[in-house]
């Protein structure tokens, strides 16, 4: 029996209404946030993961920042 992983990954760049880009990351198992200077962003992400639920987005999923 062959078992089949399912993978998918969803890289965004974003911006703010400032101008500044920051990119996030979707894969199945993780969210990432980097290259960003504000420290807004990432509760700007996570206030926009509890405004969705249907994300899946929840404090049980890594969360990593990687400053670039």
Avoid: Q
Wanted: with cysteine; hydrophobic share 30%.
């Amino acid at each position: 029996m062959t078992v089949v992983r399912t993978v998918f990954s969803v890289p965004l760049t974003c911006h703010t209404d400032t101008g500044e880009l920051y990119n996030v990351g979707f894969k199945r198992d993780k969210v990432s946030l980097s290259s960003y200077e504000s420290d807004t962003i990432p509760a700007t992400i996570d206030t926009w993961a509890d405004y969705y639920p249907g994300t899946g987005i929840t404090p049980s999923y890594h969360f990593s920042e990687v400053m670039i």
